[in-house]
């Protein structure tokens, strides 16, 4: 569930974010990804090794993951009078734990620990935080365009950088500061052009449409930024705590939808409008297949963004699929404006351009950087990113 949502973070730093979408490559995901015939037959599987070992299938996989996963978010979310998003996000656990569950009894999942309360008891305050960062996430895409969305969501990874050198004493390099500096203009340029289009959208009744788009666009960048800082608190905290836990990447997954399902459902019952005509309104009949599936597939997203990354680790080098992950911003940016009608100005697209340059320069600039240390001598433990951290610790245990 942590990336359970999309975004780009699912226990890396982010790029990616999987429930709330679309996540940034760091950590390697351990979901089994068959490297030949005869462990795909082990895994009760078969397909054949010239697709698992193929590069190029992988990276459109990981890509088309984490796109639909976007995409199926924010259609379900977007009904003009939808108000359950604690339930949905319920929901998403729900189908991600029953998945995980299904996957580890058919074998492809093999390194899931069986439940320890000690642990649960210790983890559960990382849920609530995961919590925070899913539910302002949703609140966020509620309110805004996906492509105004993605290019915020860059803003977290310079909390993230400077989280890490006031806690953990890491550094930013000269090339990383200036790909924040691009993040943060497109970010600008981003929230000045939907100003421009809500003020002078050329509707017939300007005044009144006017205010109420900008009505919205506020709740929508004051979600955005509260998911920023509630992502970063979450990622930096996790560090904190992972490595005391043992944790592979999978009992994070696992432990993080289950611990959260409880308090969702409580904030759900509690916080939400459950009454008849409320439920009617949320899921309207003419559109209610479609929400169950959307439902579900986002419970199942997680899943398959988790394989698809295992699997772009694999027959790639990392150095690609940090390329990826910067690239792969632009075909999310631009699935806003194909399949919700996003407005298309010189501003949005400037924005989007920047923003995608401003990933690939940060991109290249952590591949600089990790080259440099590889190059040099250590004369002293070398200072490692939260998601690589947690990733070398749960890779010991």
């Known amino acids: ?214 009505s919205t666009l506020n709740a929508g960048y004051a979600w955005m930024g509260m998911n920023v800082f509630c992502t970063a608190t979450y990622i930096l905290s996790m560090r904190k705590v992972i490595k005391k836990m043992n944790f592979k990447d999978w009992d994070t997954m696992f432990y993080n939808n289950l611990l959260t399902i409880p308090v969702l459902f409580v904030c759900s019952f509690c916080f939400e409008d459950w009454s008849h005509s409320n439920l009617l309104k949320n899921f309207p009949v003419e559109a209610r297949k479609s929400l169950v599936v959307g439902f579900i597939y986002s419970g199942l997203g997680t899943i398959f963004i988790s394989y698809c990354s295992a699997w772009c680790i694999r027959v790639t080098s990392s150095t690609t699929y940090s390329m990826v992950g910067a690239l792969n911003k632009l075909p999310i940016a631009v699935s806003g404006l194909v399949f919700f009608a996003a407005p298309v100005t010189f501003g949005s697209v400037s924005a989007i351009i920047i923003g995608f340059i401003s990933g690939l320069v940060y991109a290249w600039a952590k591949v600089q950087q990790n080259n440099q240390s590889k190059a040099t001598l250590p004369t002293h433990q070398p200072v490692m990113s939260a998601s690589s951290q947690s990733s070398r610790d749960a890779s010991r245990s």
């Open 1 to 214: 569930m942590d990336d359970k949502k999309n975004e780009d973070y699912t226990i890396k730093m982010p790029e990616q974010d999987l429930r709330a979408f679309n996540a940034p490559p760091s950590s390697q995901v351990p979901f089994t990804v068959p490297r030949s015939p005869r462990s795909a037959n082990k895994a009760g599987l078969s397909v054949p090794s010239n697709i698992t070992n193929n590069p190029s299938l992988a990276i459109l996989a990981y890509c088309l993951a984490s796109i639909s996963m976007t995409v199926t978010n924010k259609f379900c979310v977007s009904g003009p009078n939808w108000n359950l998003n604690f339930f949905y996000l319920a929901v998403q656990s729900v189908v991600c734990i029953i998945a995980i569950l299904l996957c580890k009894q058919a074998g492809m999942i093999t390194n899931l620990a069986a439940f320890d309360s000690k642990k649960a008891k210790n983890w559960f305050p990382i849920s609530l935080l995961l919590v925070g960062m899913i539910y302002t996430s949703i609140k966020a895409l509620q309110f805004l365009s996906v492509p105004v969305y993605t290019i915020f969501k860059n803003l977290t990874i310079i909390v993230i950088a400077y989280g890490e050198v006031l806690w953990f004493g890491g550094s930013v390099t000269p090339s990383a500061l200036f790909s924040f500096g691009l993040m943060v203009l497109s970010s600008v340029v981003a929230a000045w052009a939907d100003i421009q289009h809500a003020l002078y959208g050329g509707t017939e009744n300007q005044s009144v449409d006017a205010a109420a788009a900008l």
